[in-house]
T-cell receptor, first 110, second 117 residues
């Protein structure tokens, strides 16, 4: 059974600090990696995609991928209260199936 | 707005009712998906359609019946549901199904909050 693991949280971070969210996956042949943000009562929203090892930056967000260690992370710099949400990690496995983590709840404290 | 719409946004139904959920995407995508999201659980993929053909059916009970009349529209027909079917039902679309990289980026509709009494 292919799995994507995330710490459910809640992860509490002071406003202005860096929030670090982590995700591990079991299928070594996984192809593509996605981070979604989901506000309470809303649907998931794609915020970052990463396909190769290393870092990818987009504004305050940085996705980091390490295929050898089978983890992907999301860093949020200068955290804002509006970043408070559940962050879902999704991994496209070697069979092109998208496997979802259960999400990490992030709380940014003013 | 992601370009994916769903109706209705909220639905309350009895166990003997029949209802349908509707999804429409305006992105020109070829793949559409139905997901179920229950509290504190990962998203559960229910059905996948690619170019109007069903390509995935993840052991979903027959009381859920999908229909994809064209690449822009997707329906989920519901009948004789159980209280445990109460959840958020999400529709998503992607450019392709089974491709690599950005072709698989999925865009979600706002969801239908279903309550079964």
């Amino acid at each position: 059974q292919k799995e994507v693991e995330q710490n459910s949280g809640p992860l509490s971070v002071p406003e202005g600090a860096i929030a670090s969210l982590n995700c591990t996956y079991s299928d070594r042949g996984s192809q593509s990696f996605f981070w979604y943000r989901q506000y309470s009562g809303k649907s998931p929203e794609l915020i970052m995609s990463i396909y190769s090892n290393g870092d990818k930056e987009d504004g305050r967000f940085t996705a980091q991928l390490n295929k050898a260690s089978q983890y992907v992370s999301l860093l949020i710099r200068d955290s804002q209260p509006s970043d408070s949400a559940t962050y879902l990690c999704a991994v496209l496995d070697s069979n092109y199936q998208l496997i979802w983590g259960a999400g990490t709840k992030l709380i940014i404290k003013p | 707005e992601t370009g994916v719409t769903q109706t209705p946004r909220h639905l309350v139904m009895g166990m003997t009712n029949k209802k349908s959920l509707k999804c429409e995407q305006h992105l020109g995508h070829n793949a559409m998906y139905w997901y179920k999201q229950s509290a504190k659980k990962p998203l559960e993929l229910m059905f996948v359609y690619s170019l109007e053909e069903r390509v995935e059916n993840n052991s979903v009970p027959s009381r859920f019946s999908p229909e994809c009349p064209n690449s822009s529209h997707l329906f989920l027909h519901l009948h004789t549901l159980q209280p445990e079917d109460s959840a958020l039902y999400l529709c998503a679309s992607s450019q392709e199904w089974g491709g690599a990289g950005g072709l698989n980026e999925q865009f979600f509709g706002p969801g239908t909050r279903l309550t079964v009494l």
